[in-house]
Every structure is written in structure tokens, then in C-alpha cells.
């Protein structure tokens, strides 16, 4: 009830982003003529990977409190707060610059095991580009926490070694990207680390929040359901895990990680582009 309240709008704005995402599969894969791999397609695919989790972000910022005020039986969402808040902006700009990092570290690692060294290069830049901001956001979240909710800051003290974590995690990822003479192995163990240097900051950041979930309105232990519901929603997660897993393995297998698809994928590219030079 607290969350749906702020989130109708941002989360509006989300639905809206993945209808966009996916008009681009349609009309990029499918369509004829102009509408084939148009360039306002393309743009507005890769806008909206950076705006959804822009949009989504914004449940991490409300649930610092804040935001919403209870003036008796009425809540009342202060969207000027919000807007002008500076922890908002630095937790959207965390997730922009999150994406692009994240991005360019996996396709750094794709396109040296492709044996694409042009597109290695490129990718290997962009990842040594965007790591910088990348810290840099993640400092300026804590700064904002630290005047906008002292309380979770000073748990979030007592959960530093997790972010000193991630920080080595980070170090030794961007350490592996630096050297030039590298190996595919080596940077499918980079990014492993990013994977890691998320993971640890995510659980200090989740950790330090409880017991609330909405600060000071909501907590934990106001979230307990009945215990049949809660079987229900276990078997219903473990199932959604016994399928999830097994078909991810196999995309991975398939795909992702199969030296002959993906030096074939690279060659196909190369191709193409040849194509549109001579033409």
C-alpha cells in the first residue's frame, strides 16, 4: 500500500520503457523496409536499458523514507522531495553508470573470447572508461545516505568490511581489464568479480536497511503472512528455480559460451558491416 502509492508513476514509466524494449525486437527483427534495424529503433532500445533501472531505482530511494508522509489516514507522497532530493539523483546516476560498467566488463570478455580484437579494444575502453564514474557514484550515494538518513548510514558502518569487498572485488576486476595481454579465461574471472563487487554492496546495503523495508513506516515483521501462504509462495519460488536455472545453464551452454557460436556471431557482424561500407 506505502510502495504503491509512490511507485505509480516511476512504475508506469517502467511498463511503458519494457513496451518500448520490446517493440524493438519486433520491428528490429521482423519488420521490412525502413522499419528493419531503423536507427530510431536502435536508440530507443538502448535508452530505454538505461532507464528502466533508472526507474526502478526509485524503491531504493523511497524506502530511505522520507518521501512519504502518514497525516492521519491519508498518504501523502511529497513528489517535490523526491525531485529535488540529491540521494534520488545519485542513486539514479549510480544505476545509469552501473549498466554501462556492468555492459562493457561482459562484453569485454565476450569479444576477446570471440577473437574480435577491434571490438575487444572498444569494449575494453569503455569498460576502463566507466568503472571510474562507477566508484565515484557509489560515494556519492553514501554521502547522500549519510545526510539523508543517519540511522542507515551508521548501520551501514558496521557492515563495512561488505563494501570494503566489493571495493577489492572492483580493483581486481579493473586490474585483470587493464593489462593488454590478457586471456578470455582471465576475464571470464573479471567479471565473476563484478558479480561479486555488486553482490557484497547490495547485501551491506540490504543488511544495514533492516529490520525496515519502508522506513519508519514499514517492517520486516509487518510483512509476515499466514503459513500457508508462505509454503505456497516457497514451492512457488523453488519451482521458479528449478526452471529458471536449468534453462540459463543451457542458454550459457548454447550460446553465450560456446567458442563456435560466438566466433561465428563476431564473423557474421564483420560481414554486415563490410556490406554497408561497400554499399
Not at 530510431?40 to 533508472?54: D, E, Q, T
Not at 524503491?59 to 498518504?75: N, P
Not at 540511522?151 to 558496521?158: E, I, L
Request: contains cysteine; aromatic residues 18%; hydrophobic residues 55%.
Amino acid at each position: 500500500y506505502y510502495f504503491g502509492t509512490a511507485l505509480l508513476v516511476p512504475g508506469s514509466i517502467a511498463v511503458c520503457l519494457i513496451a518500448v524494449r520490446g517493440a524493438y525486437y519486433a520491428f528490429g527483427s521482423y519488420g521490412v523496409g525502413w522499419a528493419k534495424n531503423a536507427p530510431v529503433f536502435v536508440f530507443l532500445y538502448g535508452a530505454s536499458g538505461l532507464l528502466i533501472p533508472a526507474s526502478l531505482s526509485i524503491v531504493l530511494t523511497i524506502s530511505e523514507g522520507g518521501y512519504i508522509e502518514q497525516r492521519g489516514d491519508t498518504l501523502v507522497f511529497l513528489t517535490s522531495a523526491l525531485f529535488f532530493s540529491p540521494y534520488a539523483w545519485s542513486v539514479v546516476l549510480l544505476s545509469v553508470v552501473s549498466v554501462l560498467y556492468i555492459s562493457a566488463m561482459f562484453l569485454t570478455y565476450y569479444a576477446h573470447k570471440a577473437g574480435d580484437d577491434k571490438a575487444y579494444a572498444l569494449m575494453r575502453t569503455y569498460a576502463l572508461l566507466w568503472s571510474g564514474p562507477t566508484i565515484g557514484a557509489s560515494v556519492f550515494v553514501f554521502f547522500a545516505i549519510s545526510s539523508h538518513n543517519a540511522t542507515h548510514f551508521a548501520r551501514m558502518v558496521d557492515f563495512s568490511w561488505l563494501f570494503v569487498c566489493s571495493f577489492a572485488a572492483f580493483l581486481f576486476a579493473v586490474g585483470i581489464v587493464w593489462k593488454k595481454k590478457t586471456t578470455s579465461r582471465a576475464l571470464g574471472w573479471a567479471f565473476i568479480a563484478v558479480m561479486i563487487q555488486y553482490a557484497c554492496a547490495f547485501y551491506g546495503y540490504g543488511a544495514a536497511h533492516l529490520p525496515y523495508i519502508l522506513y519508519p513506516y514499514v517492517t520486516i515483521t509487518d510483512t509476515f503472512t499466514s503459513p500457508q501462504m508462505a509454503w505456497a509462495l516457497i514451492i512457488a519460488f523453488v519451482a521458479g528455480l528449478l526452471l529458471l536455472v536449468p534453462s540459463l545453464a543451457l542458454l550459457m551452454r548454447l550460446f553465450l559460451f560456446d567458442a563456435a557460436y560466438v566466433r561465428g556471431v563476431a564473423a557474421s557482424l564483420h560481414e554486415q558491416q563490410g556490406k554497408k561500407q561497400r554499399t
